[in-house]
């Protein structure tokens, strides 16, 4: 792949995340009884990033989704909850996605991957609130997080296995890494 492509893919992937987040935004909590619960809809961008292209760039990826979201539509306050979510739940996909596709799969990665997002903004907000009580919320947030999360990587495994430009990427980014996940997308 070229540098014009790759350059290209990164745009598209930051635009579309960039638009799942403030369609998501402008949707109302589907879940009366636990407020606050959102889908999770621009975490299938990352999800396809981590698994499409290498760590510098699928940060840089995250990076820029969150800041274009906040500028276009959030504040201060959300951007720093989204950044303790959105990078806990970054890294810790990167790190089960080490374990290999014959220990975890794809579903698994990003269902874990909802249920850290949730815990990086309830600790962001014990510490803006400078107390655990919110942390009694992370059962309701975990079961919808990892809900959502494994819908999303239901919806990445999908994506991967019948777009053919994912699966150029990541062929590409496969014989540059030591995994070879695309044989296990089913």
């Known amino acids: 792949m070229s540098k014009t ?5 990164i745009s598209m ?7 799942l987040g403030l369609i998501e ?7 009366s009884f636990a407020p606050g619960t959102k889908l999770g809809l621009a ?27 906040t500028f276009l539509g959030g504040t201060i306050m959300t951007l720093a909850f989204s950044v303790c979510g959105a990078f806990l739940s970054y890294f810790g996909m990167l790190t089960l996605k080490q374990l290999g596709p014959k ?7 990003s269902a874990a991957g909802g249920f850290l997002h949730n815990v990086g903004q309830l600790l962001a ?3 803006f609130s400078q107390s655990w ?5 992370l059962p309701f947030l975990s079961f919808f997080g990892i809900l959502s999360g494994t819908a999303i990587g239901i919806t990445a495994n999908y994506l991967l296995r019948h777009v053919r430009t994912m699966q150029q990427f990541q062929l590409n980014y496969e014989r540059t890494s030591n995994q070879k996940w695309s044989q296990y997308f089913q």
């Open 5 to 9: 492509q790759k350059d290209i893919y």
């Open 125 to 127: 907000m014990c510490f």
């Open 103 to 109: 220990r975890v799969s794809i579903i698994g990665i």
């Open 25 to 31: 935004n402008m949707i109302p909590s589907p879940f």
């Open 133 to 137: 009580l919110m942390m009694s919320y």
């Open 43 to 69: 975490n299938l961008i990352t999800i396809i990033a981590i698994f499409t292209m290498r760590k510098r760039e699928s940060f840089l990826l995250v990076c820029m989704r969150l800041a274009l979201t």
């Open 13 to 19: 992937l930051v635009a579309q995340g960039l638009v």
